[in-house]
Nanobody
Framework: QAQLVESGGGLVQPGGSLKLSCVAS???????MAWFRQAPQKEREFVAA????????LYTNSVKGRFTISRDSAKNTVYLQMNSLKPEDTAVYYC????????????????????WGQGTQVTVSS
């Protein structure tokens, strides 16, 4: 049974930076790991994903050039470095994982992920 624990959220000013971490534990493999986010009264949306081995990545257009996803496969940990933060980035950020190595076109689909963390709040405000 995989368990995911996120950390690193907080309050930052526009233009600031945060780095989120997610640790996966348990015997189940986490071959594809991702970050999603959800603002109040809005649907959960894809942010970024990374595949183990070749470390192939996928980003939603709104964060390209600002966010970077990375992982330490030996520790089953995924990171999200967020720079040039905007108020519209405010949301609860969720870590997700699956044992599958999805092709690029499937990595951004939330229904492909089997395990989810509790979320960490990111607030971008002056």
């Amino acid at each position: 049974q995989a368990q995911l624990v996120e950390s690193g959220g907080g309050l930052v000013q526009p233009g600031g930076s945060l780095k989120l971490s997610c640790v996966a534990s348990g015997p189940a493999p986490s071959n594809t790991m991702a970050w999603f986010r959800q603002a109040p009264q809005k649907e959960r949306e894809f942010v970024a994903a990374i595949r183990r081995g070749d470390r192939k990545t996928l980003y939603t257009n709104s964060v390209k050039g600002r966010f970077t996803i990375s992982r330490d496969s030996a520790k089953n940990t995924v990171y999200l470095q967020m720079n040039s933060l905007k108020p519209e980035d405010t949301a609860v950020y969720y870590c997700a994982s699956t044992s599958a190595n999805w092709i690029l076109s499937a990595m951004g689909q939330k229904e492909k992920y089997d395990y989810w963390g509790q979320g960490t709040q990111v607030t971008v405000s002056s």
